[in-house]
């Protein structure tokens, strides 16, 4: 199953005036390519670069809409390229929108490409999760976003700190969604959040994703996260 560029204003009409948004997404893309020599951000071939990494985030950014009363601020963990991150920001100018990405030659692409496509809702923190989390952007995000980055009990980890309380994180799973959710139960009850739904994409998206929806209680107790490299060493 592969997808066009002039698939996507079909499959999300509600993002309004293809114009505003489409050309920017495949400058994007062209930026990403450019940088491949000298900075990898991604492994997907670039046939099914629109399916997987445009039409992908832009259905997570759909379904977030549908269950999210507020996305602004929003914080993607490990954006790498900017998926999902980046392509909200483009979709979704009125969301201000921090990409936290520990590699600091992805950072550092990251803040060009920002400042290539005038994005001026787009903040680079070139920090670990771990690090970041205990700074201002602590408790502080309506919503967080992370995709590909880790098994879902060490993820959480990384993620859970940043949101505010009462607010939401979306995570895209394959098919071992059921068994990492299972396996999460204690990561979830230690950083104070709740599983609230499975969410899947349309299958004219991806027949394999779903979206994990997470909703946090409260604070994020001061013990959490732990220091860098422990939720990967030993995810609670």
Known sequence: MSLSWDDL?????GLGDPAAWLPLLQRHAALVEDA???TRVTSVPAAEAVRRQYAECLELLRIARTVVPTMSPCIDVGSGGGYPGMVFAIAAPDIAITLVEPLQKRARLLVSMAAELELPNVTVVA???EDAARGPLRDSAALVTARAVAELRELVEYTVPFARPGGWLLLPKGSTAPDELA???AALDALGCSHRAN???RPQVSETLTVLALEKHGPTPLKYPRRPGQPGKRPL
């Open 9 to 13: 204003p079909h499959l999300f009409p």
């Open 127 to 129: 920090a670990r999760a």
């Open 36 to 38: 491949a020599g000298h």
């Open 183 to 185: 396996a999460a139960g």
């Open 199 to 201: 969410l899947p994409m």
